[in-house]
């Protein structure tokens, strides 16, 4: 089993240990996790440090302003249906009035 699998998604400890059921769990904040998950993709988390995931609904916490628009996206936005990426912008998503955007976990929380 990959080193990646045994570092806990929710707090980065390296103390986890593999139960009879096919999860793993971290010592240290007792959170469990699905091994066969894990390797789905990569572990984003929003602004205030929960776990996303795909299909989640979040909402936008600052105004955020947009190359091309007059108006910002303004903060507490409503995104249905998020996907994860890997890279500086790790949301795509559709927002009304907006289209097809790319955003950064930090400026989201979990709905």
Not at 50 to 67: I, R, S, Y
Not at 84 to 104: P, Q, R, V, Y
Request: proline share 5%; aromatic share 8%.
């Amino acid at each position: 089993m990959p080193d990646s699998l045994k570092t806990c998604p929710n707090c980065d400890s390296h103390y986890a240990y593999p139960t009879d059921h096919g999860q793993y769990v971290c010592s240290e904040c007792n959170f469990e996790w699905n091994a066969a998950a894990a390797v789905a993709g990569p572990v984003v988390k929003d602004a205030n440090g929960a776990v996303l995931q795909n299909g989640d609904t979040v909402m936008v916490v600052k105004d955020l302003p947009v190359k091309g628009f007059q108006k910002a996206i303004k903060a507490g936005t409503k995104v249905k249906n998020i996907r994860l990426t890997d890279g500086d912008h790790n949301i795509d998503c559709k927002i009304e009035g907006f289209g097809s955007m790319a955003l950064k976990s930090e400026f989201v929380k979990k709905a």
